[in-house]
């Protein structure tokens, strides 16, 4: 599998969250978007369709405290 990409924080707070593997940032595209890269897996996949379908359950303050937690890494990490 490749890796899944993506520059959606709530997205990437979501995956943060269920202990999906972020491999790295990709600060790479011309637009200046940076994207984070998570190792793909079934699971990883099975967590996104349930997020987009809406019936993901998570706790609110865990979500929130991951969202920092990206926002943190988006600002903080360097290659």
């Known amino acids: 599998m490749q890796d ?3 520059h959606d924080l709530p997205t990437v707070a ?12 990709d600060r790479s595209d011309p637009s200046g978007k940076v994207f984070f890269v998570f190792e793909d897996s079934d699971e990883l996949q099975h967590i996104l369709r ?12 865990s979500l929130l405290a991951c969202l920092k937690r ?6 903080d990490y360097h290659q």
């Not at 979501?14 to 940032?25: A, I, S, Y």
């Not at 349930?50 to 303050?61: E, I, N, R, T, V």
């Open 14 to 25: 979501v995956l943060l969250h269920k202990q999906c593997k972020l491999r790295t940032l």
């Open 70 to 75: 990206a926002k943190h890494i988006l600002y």
């Open 50 to 61: 349930a997020y987009w379908s809406d019936s993901l359950l998570c706790p609110a303050q």
């Open 4 to 6: 899944f990409r993506t």
